[in-house]
C-alpha cells in the first residue's frame, strides 16, 4: 500500500488517540489509585508524560466531545446540552461561506490540511447526532450500539485499521472505548478482579446514610436513574446505595470496566511503530459518591470536569515526566496541533509547553468549568480551590453556591462556601465575566439561558414525564417533603449555601 501523502517536511508522524468515556483518572495507578485497575496505561505513563490537572471546559459527554475537536468552548459554539437548540452547533448565518468555517476549523480538518489520513472508531458521532465530531475525518467507523459497546467490539475495528495502516506515515487515529460509562456490563467471564480491594476510606456509613435521606438521579437510592431497577445489561453494580458493601460493589463494577479498557489498550500499542505518539485521555470522569451522584457526571465539579491525559510523544515527552499546571482540553487538542506541525489559529485551546521537561509547571491561573446537561452549573478551579455555582439543579439538592479546598478535603464533603463569602463572591464575578465574553461570541447570547427557557438540562427537564415520575417517587419513598420543595421551585436552588 503507497503512502497517501507526500510528507514533505513532516517526516514520519503517527498519532494514536485513545479516549475512553467516563473515565476518573484518580482510578489510574499513574495518577496514585491504590488499585491495579490500569496496568497498561500506567506503563505507557512511565514512558511519556502525565498530565496531572487536565479539565474538560464542558460537561458532560456532547458539549466535551464538540469543544475537543472543534477547539472551542461551548459557551462560544452553543453546545451545552443534551437535548434543545444548544446540543447542536450554533448556526453560522449569512457568514457560512462553501464550507462551514466550524467544520473547516476542526482538529481533524486542520490536521488533513497539514497533510494527515485522519480516522475514527467510534459509535459517538451517532449516538449524540453528533455528526460536528466527524467534521475532517478521512474515514469514520461506527460500532454500532451506541456506546453500550465493550472494549473488544471496539478494538476489533480498531486492530484491523492499524494492522492495515499502522506502518504509513501522517495518520491520526482516534479509538473510543466506553467500557467505565455505566451500565457496568463488562463480560462476566471476566469475574470480578477487585473482590479483595477495599474501597477508599472518605465514604462512611454516615455519609451514605445521608445521602439516603436525600434525592436526584443516580443518587443513592436510585444509582441506575430515578429507581433503583437494574437494567438487565447492567451486570455488575448494585441499584441502591445501602451500606459500605454495596458502594464496594458498585466501585468493584466501574474499575473492573476500567482494567477491561485497559487490557484492550495494551494489545492496540503492541500494534503500533514504536515512534508512534500515543495519548489516551477521556470527554470527562466521573462521580463515584461525591455529591451523591452514583456512576455519572453530572456536575461542573472536580470528578466530572477532571479528566486523565497519558501523552508519549517521541522526541518530544520525556519519559516519566509529570505536569502539573491546570490545563484545558482545549490545550490538549491545541498541543496535538501545534506538536503535528499543524495550525491552532483563531481556537481557544493553547498549546501545552514543558512536556519534556515539566517547566510547565504553572499552567493557566485558573480554568471556567460548564455543566449543561444534567444541571446548570458553573465553576472556577484554581490552586487547589474550586468554587461551584449552580443556576438548575438538575433534580438534585444542590445550593446555589459550593466551595471545596480540595487539599484537605478531597472528596467535596464540607461546603466553605458560607464561611467564605467573599471568596465565593469574587469567584462568581469572575465567572460572570468569562463567560460573559463568550457568551458575546455566541448568535444564543447565554446559552444557559436558551436552556433555562426550555424547561432546564434534557436530562432533569422540569416539562418532562421524568421529573414528573421522579416527584411521584420521592412522594411515595417517605421524602414528600423533597417532593414539595421541587413542585415549589422546580430547578432553582433552594438555598445559597
Sequence with gaps: MGSWHEAGSLGRVRILYIDVDSLRPRHLGCYGYHRPASPNIDALAKQGCVIENLYASDVPCLPSRTAFFGGRFGTESGVVNHGGLCADVAPEGHGRDFRSRWAEGALASRL??????????????????????A????????????????????????????????????????????????????????GNPFAP????????????????ESYGPHSAREVPHITPDLPPNWRWGVGEIRTLDDAKVHLDGYDTGVLYVDGFIGRLLELVPEDTAVIVSADHGENLGELNVWGDHQTADEFTCHIPCVMRWPGVTAAGSRLTGLHYHLDLAATILDLAGASAESWSGDSIGGLGTAKDAKGRERLFLSQGAWSLQRAVRWDHWISIETTHTGLKALPRHMLFDLSADPHETH????????????????????????????????????VLEEGGPLHANERSPMWADYLARLESSGREHHAETLHRLGGEPSREF
Design 112 to 133: 488533513f490540511r497539514a497533510g494527515y489520513h485522519t480516522a475514527s472508531i467510534s459509535p459517538f458521532p451517532r449516538r449524540h447526532s453528533a455528526y460536528q465530531m
Design 135 to 190: 467534521w475532517g475525518f478521512n474515514e469514520t467507523f461506527d460500532t454500532g450500539r451506541g456506546g453500550l459497546e465493550n472494549a473488544d467490539e471496539i478494538f476489533e475495528p480498531a486492530a484491523d485499521w492499524l494492522r492495515r495502516n499502522a506502518a504509513q506515515d501522517n495518520w491520526f487515529l482516534h479509538v473510543n472505548f466506553w467500557d467505565p460509562h455505566t451500565p457496568y456490563d463488562t463480560p462476566e467471564s471476566f
Design 197 to 212: 480491594f477495599p474501597t477508599e476510606p472518605w465514604l462512611t456509613q454516615e455519609i451514605i446514610d445521608a445521602q439516603r
Design 415 to 450: 461546603n466553605l462556601a458560607s464561611a467564605q463569602p467573599e471568596v465565593v463572591g469574587a469567584k462568581e464575578r469572575e465567572m460572570n465575566e468569562f463567560f460573559a465574553g463568550l457568551s458575546a461570541r455566541c448568535v444564543y447570547g447565554d446559552p444557559f439561558q436558551v
